[in-house]
């Protein structure tokens, strides 16, 4: 179990979603609402299909006038007018007639089926039927088939995909009541760092970490902004962090969270009253949390090493953004797969190793990818999942069942 100067990862989790509350939700056009949760249940108001209306190009009759009709003894009627779809102009049919009508198209009153072209001669002033629908109704599609007027066609919590969005327009919705996508300023710190494209000094690195944040936070739901490169200087970190909090709903650094002389995201936001601490598990064991300005928005300090900040934000950014979107689950869902190969875990940490998931008809299998160490982003990049080892195992032997975390996936 952990150690008792750490807190336990779901200890850490639960405290923040306790203190993170969705966004208001209002109306948004229905493209803006696009991969968002619906806030609303949303109701049909038409029925789909509003009226009956054809499945085929070809004629409307009534049953009984052609239920007769063979090869060898056809039925003849007189066409008495075109109907096409969106310009009704024959709204009524009477006994022994029929009308050319298009896919679509409504039904005229007093038809009650309709023939395909391909069982006629496609007469234009007369029609030869020579061969019977098999059941009244048949090639007709009748009024709410489809959805009915009252119906429900999305649930409050609905992730809204494109079908949903079809769905909505198609019933006549406009707009969607959606809870925004949070505004998550990113910003990493650290003298030593560049940006890409720059030349490199003997002592300097780039900064990929704000990328890899960005992305992770953009294919979350989130909106971005990828601020950079911070110096090792509390001032300075203090002046980019109040700029950039007008635009913030959440706010993530990198860096400056350890033990060390020049951890200054930890000297800066320390009197501002956010936590930090050391959380049982590997990487992402420094860690710290809190809210910052006047209007308290949420901040999360992650580690620099990069796997440790992937790690991080993914047990504890996406959650909270997730809540923040009214999206459910908020914590990725956990999958269970055989293991390829023995891995060890340093006891009292949770573990979160890299690995490669492959999915087959006899079950799921994981690999262990590269190494543990938490600055290794080449295998990070390489892997497609976490497998979790639980604090109080050390070693899992080869052909166990773990946990994995799928990483980048929807859920």
């Not at 007769?68 to 007639?97: F, M, R, Y």
């Not at 198209?105 to 019977?132: C, F, I, K, L, N």
């Not at 892997?383 to 990483?407: K, Q, R």
Request: net charge negative; glycine share 10%.
């Amino acid at each position: 179990m952990p150690t008792s100067d750490l807190t336990s990862v779901d200890d850490l989790r639960e405290r923040i979603l306790a203190d993170i509350e969705p966004l208001p939700a209002y109306p948004q056009a229905l493209m803006d609402a696009f991969g968002l949760a619906s806030a609303e249940d949303v109701h049909a108001d038409v029925s789909l299909p509003s009226f009956d209306n054809s499945s085929h190009d070809g004629y409307a009759v009534r049953f009984e006038d052609v239920a007769s009709a063979t090869e060898d003894a056809p039925v003849h009627l007189p066409v008495v007018g075109e109907i096409a779809a969106g310009q009704a102009g024959l709204l009524a049919l009477s006994p022994g007639t029929a009308a050319k009508i298009m896919t679509g198209a409504p039904m005229p009153t007093g038809a009650d089926t309709v023939v395909p072209y391909e069982w006629t001669d496609r007469g234009v002033v007369r029609v030869v039927v020579s061969q019977a629908p098999a059941r009244k109704g048949e090639h007709v599609r009748p009024v709410g088939d489809d959805v009915r007027s009252g119906d429900l066609v999305v649930s409050e919590g609905t992730v809204l995909g494109s079908r949903h969005l079809g769905l909505l327009a198609a019933v006549g919705r406009a707009t969607v009541a959606v809870r925004p996508r949070p505004r998550v300023v990113i910003l990493s710190t650290g003298s030593e760092l560049r940006d890409p494209g720059q030349p490199l000094g003997h002592d300097s690195i780039y900064d990929g970490n704000s990328y890899l944040l960005a992305a992770a936070a953009r294919r979350a739901g989130a909106i971005a902004y990828r601020v950079g490169i911070v110096p090792d200087e509390p001032a300075k970190f203090l002046e980019a962090l109040s700029d950039q909090l007008v635009r913030a709903d959440v706010v993530i650094t990198s860096g400056g969270v350890s033990q060390g002389d020049y951890d200054v995201v930890k000297e800066a936001l320390r009197p501002e009253g956010v936590w930090f601490g050391g959380v049982a598990m590997q990487p992402g064991k420094p860690q710290g949390y809190g809210r910052v300005g006047e209007d308290r928005i949420p901040i999360f300090t992650l580690p620099g090493n990069p796997v440790s900040s992937y790690v991080s934000f993914q047990v504890f950014v996406l959650p909270a953004l997730r809540r923040m979107m009214g999206m459910r689950p908020e914590v990725r869902p956990v999958l269970r797969a055989r293991l390829t190969g023995p891995l060890t875990s340093r006891p009292g940490l949770r573990q979160f190793l890299r690995g490669e998931l492959v999915t087959a008809s006899g079950g799921s299998s994981v690999s262990p990818v590269g190494g543990s160490g938490s600055h290794l982003i080449g295998d990070l990049a390489n892997a497609n999942c976490l497998i979790v080892v639980p604090e109080d195992t050390t070693s899992v032997e080869a052909g166990a069942t773990v946990d994995v975390l799928l990483m980048d996936e929807e859920f």
